[in-house]
């Protein structure tokens, strides 16, 4: 029997991926624009690199064993990566990078975006022991889409206030109209990204809510979050 093929190139952005974790974890930490603009860049590469390994291992029969655990591991680092010092620098940073109407980002709403994420695994592992693949839902693709924007809107606005300190691009018109844009922005999709965040896990309960009474729900073959 040959041997599985490890370094496919879905596998080789994926570990990618994973490597690039750490790098936009730091980056914000470190004081100027410039680190945040390439910690911004970096996530912007990586979010995109999650939109097609998993679509290029399918196009190029390239799924392997290896990739499935992989992909899901990278996730939920580039997750935790980016929303340790999302919730660090608005805490404890909070008068130069607030976001409008939050102020900061609440311990209960990162802990709900990782809980849903560990949740999921679990749930996935339980069904996958009973011969159940759970697809993914339409909502829960959108929370991801939603969830990424305010990640890297909010890295993006670090950058942007370190830059109006800076240069005080925020003097004049457009540097106020953008700011205010772009705070919203942030402050709307974190708002969204939670509402998704419960409802997208209500739907997933719902109707795979058999495998905890022992039945065998109906589901499709898929992945995804």
Known sequence: ??????????????????????????????????????????????????????????????IT?????????????????????IYWITHYRMRTYEIPWWGSVPLW?????????VLMTVLRQVAKRRGVVIAAAGAGKLKTIVQDIFIGATIAWFAWKDLTATFGWHRGWLGELWDRFHGIVVAVTLATAVLL???SLGVYLYRYRRLFAGGQPHGAPGDGT
Request: charged share 20%; net charge neutral; glycine share 4%.
């Open 1 to 62: 029997m040959a041997a599985e093929r490890v370094w496919t190139l879905p596998n080789i952005l994926t570990l990618a991926r994973i490597a690039l974790s750490p790098v936009i974890a730091l980056l914000p930490f470190i004081e100027g624009w410039t680190p945040k603009l390439i910690a911004f860049v970096v996530f912007l590469a990586a979010a995109i690199s999650d939109i097609y390994d998993g679509r290029l291992a399918r196009e190029r029969k390239e």
């Open 197 to 199: 965040t419960v409802y």
């Open 109 to 117: 709403v990162a802990l709900l975006l990782v809980g849903r994420e």
């Open 65 to 85: 064993d290896l990739g499935k655990i992989l992909d899901p591991l990278a996730d939920k680092l580039l997750l935790f990566a980016t929303l340790v010092p």
